[in-house]
Nanobody, 114 residues
Framework: VQLQASGGGLVQAGGSLRLSCAAS????????MGWYRQAPGKQRALVAV???????NYADSVKGRFTISRDSDKNTVSLQMNSLKPEDTAVYYC?????????WGQGTLVTVSS
């Protein structure tokens, strides 16, 4: 499974960005897809995940601000990020869990200025 992330960039605090992750296979075959992030000097951490049935889970720090969704026709998973804060600054990675194996995209940088 290859994952191609896009949509990162520089935004002011309070602004919005939308990340997209395109999978090389049908996402019907992928049990869980999600987004993780890694801030400078910190470990990679879960942001949001969505299962093949549409169930979602979010980190407490992004609940109510971020929304994860999937488009089976386009084989993409997106992360809509609103009310961004400087602490959301990180490299965001797309993840897919298929057949008990993890796959990662290349990462996309999100920078939120204060």
């Amino acid at each position: 499974v290859q994952l191609q992330a896009s949509g990162g960039g520089l935004v002011q605090a309070g602004g919005s960005l939308r990340l997209s992750c395109a999978a090389s296979v049908s996402i019907f075959s992928i049990k869980v897809m999600g987004w993780y992030r890694q801030a400078p000097g910190k470990q990679r951490a879960l942001v949001a995940v969505i299962t093949s049935s549409g169930s979602t889970n979010y980190a407490d720090s992004v609940k109510g601000r971020f929304t994860i969704s999937r488009d089976s026709d386009k084989n993409t998973v997106s992360l809509q990020m609103n009310s961004l804060k400087p602490e959301d600054t990180a490299v965001y990675y797309c993840n897919a869990e298929k057949n008990w194996r993890d796959y990662w995209g290349q990462g996309t940088l999100v920078t939120v200025s204060s």
